[in-house]
Nanobody, 123 residues
Framework: QVQLVESGGGLVQAGGSLRLSCAAS????????MGWFRQAPGKEREFVAA????????RYADSVKGRFTISRDNAKNTIYLQMNSLKPEDTAVYYC????????????????WGQGTQVTVSS
């Protein structure tokens, strides 16, 4: 069992930055792939970024490449999402997820989900 708690969301102006954190419980954190997904009002939850359990594979959605960076600290059981050059279209609830998978972009492959943190980007 893995419990995930996101933090770091908030309101920011376009062009600004935020760093999201996701703290995980459990001693097996390092054996899980970790991902970030987001869901805007009226839209489906979509993939944002993910790292494999070993950290050697990283994936980003095309819409965030070059602006967002995912990292993980297995010693702290935490993953991060550094978001720069934010745009109004980045506004969404951001969720972190854990799963034993190499299909990092597939929402259905993740077993555990956090409650989400709201990110709002004003124009």
């Amino acid at each position: 069992q893995v419990q995930l708690v996101e933090s770091g969301g908030g309101l920011v102006q376009a062009g600004g930055s935020l760093r999201l954190s996701c703290a995980a419980s459990g001693r097996t954190f390092s054996t899980y792939a970790m991902g970030w997904f987001r869901q805007a009002p009226g839209k489906e939850r979509e993939f944002v970024a993910a790292k494999s359990w070993s950290g050697d594979i990283t994936r980003y959605a095309d819409s965030v490449k070059g602006r967002f960076t995912i990292s993980r600290d297995n010693a702290k059981n935490t993953i991060y999402l550094q978001m720069n050059s934010l745009k109004p279209e980045d506004t969404a609830v951001y969720y972190c997820a854990a799963g034993r998978t190499y299909e990092l972009e597939s929402r259905d492959r993740y077993t555990y989900w956090g409650q989400g943190t709201q990110v709002t980007v004003s124009s």
